[in-house]
């Protein structure tokens, strides 16, 4: 496996489009088109949270019921969440004008937004940038580009990836691209991730390996501990690679499987070093767990606490807010047990061992924490699962842009 | 039952007293001691975090196995968590000291700390401050004062209440104080709260009494969703006002409920207009709900998002961010039934009708929610239960406090 260049445009028949629809934003671009030439099996992951957006019961139903998907039509500004059946009307204008301008079936056609809840789509708008998007669509790296770039809201930079690997002999691309601060995270800053994919595999397995993938990945990112309405990931697998078809767990699965992780591992550090006001990406390791679930309870509560954020946006080593988060996790374990490391490219700390401080230099700590990435690793000592979780620092500058965002 | 002045010295036979022992901060008290002529029956609730400190552990032994106290020392500036077998014998050296001083058993003085996680106290001092409060203790309203001040920590003003009501002829007083930014909250601003009545009562009913209250009033208040390792609730009751024993759930034990629920209501909107870095006591009032443990589910789930409370800060209507907190609380209801009002000195207004926008002007909105106390009030439709809980906004100065805290 190896990382090439580009995003969703990287496999074989994927071709891109990027259009300034004049949706909230001016002078920027604010909608994506991704397109296969081939018909793709679709997997999705969608929000758990109860209000969910009109575009995300819409590709639910696409993804769970019908068997092709061509085409995602994605725009920012306007997140389509409680709309009602107007903003769910709205989903099916989109599909309609995609499903006219590619020739492509209007139940192949999913849709995503992100932005403000509560306001109705501009659907004329919409239509107009859909067609001009059809107009243009290129399988070139920067067309994939164009499109990461116009689903921004908050992001300060655009988020793709992409990896080759071979199954049978044949060489396979799998690429990606997302924004948002995380899946915890403003209603204007929803998580939106699309990957694209020309392995040739069943539908039911590509669902599995999404499912299960995002556990270790998105599921791990915490900004702020609001679960947006619209959280979408999509996956589309066009085939095109030409590989002997994927239908079991076996050897090429996990091949495949193997290539999903680097890349939504990627994003996810990107989406968590690229939270909101951030200064530093935090990464927490909870190692020596009795189970996997103990662990990634431990480890995203250490990474939602807003009182261990603010210590790293300060370069503190304030360990004990780290123990804290833990204990009130809901996860047990022993307290007087747990040594905690501090790492970074500065080096790495032992802070505390059994529980109790061990007298490190605070200044050394600093060091350490002054970092953009910073790791803090607990070592629970109790078995031998781990999990990894990714946040980022709270800064002054998360409540400025929560604060003022809509006025 | 009328409000009256004072705080802990208002009950009959309660004094105070505080010390300047200089545990951490400079030119200020940091130790409060609180007694009782005569001994008296004690209740207590405690952090949930399975990180207890030290004194929580001490507390749960004295209220849960032995059937008097007499005294509470309290210090600021170091919470004694996270301090091993030697953080738990200066419990029992403080103890011991007050026993010494006040000629009271051991184990009927019960201790509380809070201040910043893993540091050991330094314990000389404290024995001093001990010696010092016991030659000076006082029933005056002002002693009490001095208490509830020298337990402050990052709280900008003390925080003390009392009530009077009737039982059987004879007047029953309650007083109290507190500190802290909320029962979540920052590891060196741990939520304490201490209360004492002379009501005669008996130890079961006094506990069973503070332990349903507590979920009406301080459960229900929170600052930062982070729960802190030494929260403490004591209730002491010395029976001197003479009344009737209460000794079932009669019309005296409802009398005295109802009087509890007044100060810790009091108290808990003081904690939560208080909160670190606060400019606004956000209240969040669930209405129409099935079942009251529904109403607690989402009220909480609003009043605990750092996006709710950025836009809180910002005086930005924005109830998208409202409606997606309870989607993801965990409670089931039918977003397309919720209306939603903002309320507060300035006025009411309906936001949400039905799970979408009125069409509201957000001038007006504004102005609401320009007031130093806001409400939002959302109406399920689903029954006829209701829950409030309080929080406050989430402002710069929350970030600055919690960075730069231990440098």
Not at 127 to 139: D, F, I
Request: proline content about 2%; aromatic content about 6%.
């Amino acid at each position: 496996m190896k990382a090439v260049e580009g995003g969703v445009t990287a496999a074989i028949g994927f071709q891109a489009a990027a259009a300034a629809a004049q949706i909230k934003y001016k002078d920027r671009t604010d909608m994506a088109m991704i397109y296969s030439e081939a018909p793709c099996s679709a997997a999705g992951t969608f929000t758990t949270n109860i209000v969910k957006a009109a575009p995300v019961k819409w590709d639910q139903d696409i993804v769970y019921h019908h068997q092709n998907a061509h085409v995602i039509v994605v725009n920012s500004g306007i997140a389509n969440a409680c709309t009602g059946a107007e903003g769910f009307g709205y989903c099916r204008a989109t599909a309609a004008a995609a499903s006219k301008a590619l020739s492509v079936p209007e139940d192949s056609v999913l849709v995503a937004s992100t932005g403000v809840i509560g306001m109705q789509l501009p659907v004329d708008r919409i239509q107009n940038g859909v067609r001009q998007m059809a107009a243009s669509l290129s399988g070139e790296i920067e067309a994939g580009t164009a499109a990461a770039k116009a689903i921004m809201t908050t992001d300060t930079e655009k988020k793709e990836a992409a990896v080759q690997f071979e199954i049978g002999g044949h060489v396979v691309t799998l690429g990606g691209m997302c924004k948002g601060s995380g899946m915890i995270h403003p209603n204007m800053c929803t998580m939106l991730c699309f990957l694209t994919t020309d392995v040739n595999i069943s539908k039911e397995l590509l669902q599995e390996a999404l499912s299960e993938n995002i556990k270790d990945t998105f599921n791990m990112v915490s900004v702020d501990g609001d679960t947006s309405t619209n959280d979408t990931v999509l996956l589309l697998a066009n085939g095109m690679a030409g590989n002997p078809k994927i239908t079991e767990r076996n050897e090429d699965f996990h091949s495949f499987c193997k290539a999903l992780n680097y890349v939504n591992t990627f994003l996810s550090r990107k989406i968590a070093g690229d939270g909101e006001g951030a200064t530093a990406l935090f990464e927490v390791r909870i190692v020596g767990a009795k189970s996997k679930e103990q662990a990634v309870t431990l480890a995203k509560s250490v990474v939602s606490s807003s009182l261990t954020k603010a210590a790293i946006y300060g370069h503190d080593a304030n360990w004990g807010r780290i123990l804290c988060a833990m204990g009130y996790s809901g996860a047990s374990f022993d307290p007087e047990k747990v040594d905690l490391y501090f790492e970074s490219r500065a080096g790495k700390i032992k802070i505390m061992e059994n529980g109790v401080s061990t007298g490190y230099s605070e200044k050394e700590a600093t060091k350490i924490l002054s970092e953009d990435e910073v790791t803090a690793i607990a070592d629970i000592k109790m078995g031998s699962e781990s999990a990894t979780a990714w946040g980022c620092d709270l800064t002054y500058d998360y409540v400025k842009i929560n604060a003022d965002y809509r006025s």
